[in-house]
C-alpha cells in the first residue's frame, strides 16, 4: 500500500507541505493522542517527490526537519512505518528528515533547543540548498512544563526558528486544564504554570493558519469511533498574503484508528 | 421613530468608522483591537493597512508574532529578530520620529508625513522591562497615531500587588476600542436571545476538553454561512474628546475578494463598512417593516380570517346604533323621560302583569 492511500482523504488537503511561512498547529489530549497526525505529517512531506498535489509544482523537493521532546528516533521510525508504510531512516540517510532529539540529548535550557534545531536547519539548507523545509516540533509545550522557559521566551525561539525554514508545524496538548486560564476573568487562583501553558497554546494558535485538534467523543468511548478531529481556522488564516489562496475550509469529523495503524475519517452520521 | 434614529446612527456612525479606518484628522491616536480566537482582528489591520495604502500614509509594523510576506507595509520591524528590548524600540523610534525642523518648516501639519504604527501583540510587552503605558505613550506623536492588537485569551501572570493588571491599563489608554466577533457565533447568539435562551459559548469558553479554536465547521448545526459571506463584525467604542463615548456594531465583509481591484484601481476607496443592522442575515423580520418606514400591509400572522371583505365593511358601516337616537340633544328624541325603549319581536310572550311599560 502507497503512503498516499494510509493518509485519510479528508484530511488529504490539510496534512500536506503548508504555504510559505504559515504555522499549523495540531492538538491532542491525553485520551486522545496526536500522534496519527503527526506521523501522516511527515510521511505526506517526505513520500512525493516532484508531486504536483504536495505543493512542489517547481521541481523541487520538500524536507522535514523533526523535533521530538517526548520520543526518541526509534518509536517514530517504528510508528511511521507500521501506520504509512515509509521508512524515516532511508529519508533520514538520504538527508531528506533530520531528527533532533530533544528527549535523550540533554537539551534542558530553551537555547539548547534553539542551538540544536538551528544546526539541524544549516546542515540540512547546506545538503539540499533548493528544498522547502518543513520544521515539525512535538509537544514543545514539554519545556513550558518543564518550568525550563516562559511562554514569550520558547514564542521569540520559534518565531526566530520559523523565520529560517519554509513553514513549520507543532503538536502540543490542549486538555481542559492546560487551556482553563485562558478564558478566566481573573487569573488568581490559577498557577503561573497554568498561565504559562494556556498563554502558550492560545498564542499559538494566534499565529496558526488553522489548527487541527483530536479530542474524544462528547458521549463518551465508542468502539468503532477514537475521537473528533476538528479544523478551524487559525488567527493568520491568509490575511497578509500576497495572493489570494482562499481561505481554510474548516470541517468537523469522527475518525477510527484501526488496530493495523490506519485511519479512517468519516462524517457524524456514517458508518466507518 | 426606530427608523429615524436608525437613519441617524447610519448617516453618523458610518462617516465615524470610516473616519478612523482612514486614520482622518487624528481622529484616534490610539486605537486597540481586543480579538480572541474564535475572531481573529488580523482583518481589522489588513483593512487599515489597504486604507493607508491608499491615503499614502507610512506604516510602521512591529511584529511580535506575524512571520511572512505582509502586503501594504513599509517597515517591517521583527521584534524577535532583536538581542534586547530596547533595541528594537530604538528601531521603531528611529521610523517613527518626525521629520527634521528644516522640512517641518514648510510642511504644515495637513501635508506632514502621517505614520501608522502596528504592534500585531501587546501580550508578549510585559516582560519588557519599561513600563507600557509610558513606552506607548512615547511612541505617539501628532503625525503618529498607534494600531495595536491584544489578544483576550491569553493569560498574563499577575501584575505586582495594588497595580492594575495590564488589560485595565489598556482599556483605559485607548482612543477606540474595536473588539471583533465572528458572524456566525453573533448571529447564534442573537437567535437565541430572540428565543429568550441563553446565549451560547464558543472556543475556549465551552470549556471542552481538546477543543481550542470552535471556529464554523460546516458539520455542525444552527444558522448556515457560505464561506462566501465570510467577514468581520466590528463592535466599536470610541471616546471623543469631549469624553462621550459612541458605541456601534458594524459588519466588514471580507477584503480577501477585494484586493486585486484595490490593487489595480487605487482610487476605488470603497467604503464598504455596513452596520450590524443592515446585514441581511442579521436583520430580523419584524425589524425590516420599521427599515421600510413602516408599510400599509401590517398583517397579523394568525389562522384566522381577521380582514374584512369590501361588502362586509359597507354593512357595518351601514348600521345605525340606537343610542344615536337617544344622545340628539334638542330633547325631541325617543329617550325623554327615562322611558325605557322596546321593540316586541314576534317569539316574545307579553306578560301583562309583569311587564308593564
Known amino acids: 500500500m502507497t503512503s498516499r492511500n494510509r493518509i485519510p482523504p479528508a484530511l488529504e488537503a490539510y496534512l500536506r507541505l503548508p504555504p510559505e511561512a504559515a504555522l499549523l498547529v495540531f492538538t491532542g489530549t491525553l485520551g486522545c493522542s496526536a500522534n496519527w497526525l503527526t506521523s501522516r505529517l511527515v510521511s505526506a512531506c517526505l513520500a512525493n517527490d516532484n508531486d504536483a498535489r504536495h505543493g512542489l509544482e517547481d521541481g523541487g523537493s520538500s524536507a522535514v526537519i523533526f523535533v521530538n521532546f517526548l520520543h526518541d528516533a526509534t518509536f517514530w521510525q517504528y510508528e511511521i512505518r507500521r501506520t504509512t508504510g515509509v521508512d524515516i531512516a532511508r529519508s533520514m540517510k538520504e538527508g531528506r528528515l533530520m531528527f533532533v532529539d530533544c528527549f535523550t540529548q540533554n537539551t534542558s535550557t530553551i537555547q539548547a533547543v534553539h542551538d540544536a534545531i538551528a544546526v539541524a536547519i544549516a546542515q540540512l539548507q547546506k545538503a539540499r540548498p533548493s528544498a522547502k523545509v518543513l520544521l515539525i516540533l512535538d509537544n514543545p509545550d514539554t519545556v513550558i512544563a518543564l518550568n525550563a522557559a516562559t511562554k514569550n521566551e520558547v514564542n521569540k525561539t520559534l518565531l526566530k526558528l520559523r523565520s529560517q525554514v519554509h513553514a513549520a508545524a507543532v503538536v502540543c496538548n490542549a486538555d481542559q486544564p492546560l487551556l482553563a486560564a485562558a478564558t478566566a476573568d481573573e487569573v488568581a487562583h490559577h498557577t503561573p504554570l497554568e498561565v504559562e501553558s494556556a498563554a502558550f497554546v492560545s498564542s499559538l494558535a494566534h499565529q496558526a493558519r488553522f489548527v487541527m485538534s483530536v479530542r474524544e467523543l462528547d458521549t463518551g468511548a465508542a468502539r468503532d469511533v477514537s475521537g473528533v478531529v476538528r479544523v478551524s481556522r487559525g488567527g493568520d488564516d491568509g490575511w497578509w498574503g500576497p495572493e489570494v489562496n482562499g481561505r481554510v475550509r474548516e470541517i468537523e469529523a469522527l475518525y477510527l484508528v484501526q488496530r493495523d495503524g490506519g485511519v479512517k475519517v468519516f462524517e457524524r452520521g456514517a458508518v466507518a | ?357
Not at chain 2, 481589522?44 to 502586503?71: D, H, P, W
Not at chain 2, 517641518?104 to 508625513?113: D, E, G, K, R, V
Not at chain 2, 499577575?158 to 465572528?182: D, M
Not at chain 2, 470552535?214 to 457560505?226: D, H, L, Q, Y
Open chain 2, 1 to 357: 421613530m426606530p427608523s429615524t434614529n436608525l437613519q441617524h446612527r447610519r448617516t453618523h456612525n458610518l462617516l465615524l468608522i470610516n473616519k478612523l479606518l482612514n486614520q482622518r484628522d487624528a481622529s484616534s491616536p490610539f486605537t486597540l483591537v481586543f480579538d480572541n480566537l474564535e475572531q481573529s482582528g488580523k482583518g481589522i489591520i489588513a483593512e487599515y493597512l489597504r486604507r493607508a495604502k491608499v491615503a499614502k500614509v507610512k506604516t510602521v509594523f512591529v511584529s511580535f508574532e506575524t512571520l511572512g510576506q505582509l502586503q501594504n507595509v513599509d517597515v517591517y520591524i521583527q521584534t524577535w529578530k532583536y538581542q534586547s528590548v530596547a533595541a528594537w524600540q530604538k528601531e521603531v523610534a528611529f521610523h517613527t520620529r518626525p521629520p527634521p525642523p528644516s522640512t517641518t518648516m514648510l510642511a504644515t501639519p495637513a501635508n506632514a508625513q502621517k505614520t501608522l504604527l502596528i504592534l500585531d501583540s501587546l501580550n508578549s510587552l510585559p516582560a519588557s522591562t519599561t513600563p507600557l503605558p509610558t513606552f506607548l505613550i512615547s511612541l505617539l506623536s501628532p503625525t503618529t497615531s498607534l494600531l495595536s492588537v491584544y489578544h483576550l485569551d491569553i493569560p498574563s501572570s499577575l501584575p505586582p500587588p495594588y497595580h492594575p493588571s495590564l488589560l485595565t491599563t489598556l482599556k483605559f489608554l485607548a482612543t477606540t476600542i474595536l473588539t471583533p466577533h465572528s458572524l456566525h457565533h453573533v448571529l447564534e447568539r442573537k437567535a437565541a436571545r430572540d428565543r429568550s435562551l441563553p446565549e451560547p459559548l464558543f472556543g475556549l469558553a465551552e470549556a471542552v476538553h481538546g477543543l481550542v479554536v470552535a471556529g464554523r465547521p460546516s458539520g455542525g448545526a444552527g444558522v448556515k454561512i457560505n464561506d462566501a459571506d465570510g467577514g468581520v463584525v466590528i463592535e466599536m467604542e470610541h471616546r471623543r474628546r469631549s469624553g462621550r463615548g459612541v458605541r456601534e456594531w458594524f459588519f466588514l465583509p471580507d477584503s480577501l475578494g477585494t484586493v486585486s481591484t484595490f490593487a489595480v484601481g487605487g482610487a476605488g476607496k470603497t467604503s464598504n463598512v455596513t452596520l450590524l443592522e443592515d446585514h441581511p442575515l442579521y436583520r430580523s423580520p419584524s425589524d425590516e417593516g420599521a427599515v421600510g418606514g413602516g408599510g400599509a400591509d401590517d398583517e397579523l400572522i394568525s389562522t384566522f380570517e381577521l380582514n374584512l371583505s369590501e361588502k362586509q365593511r359597507r354593512d357595518r358601516e351601514g348600521v345605525v346604533l340606537p343610542y344615536y337616537d337617544a344622545q340628539r340633544a334638542d330633547g325631541a328624541g325617543p329617550g325623554e323621560g327615562g322611558r325605557i325603549l322596546y321593540d316586541m319581536g314576534a317569539e316574545d310572550d307579553f306578560d301583562e302583569e309583569e311587564d308593564e311599560i
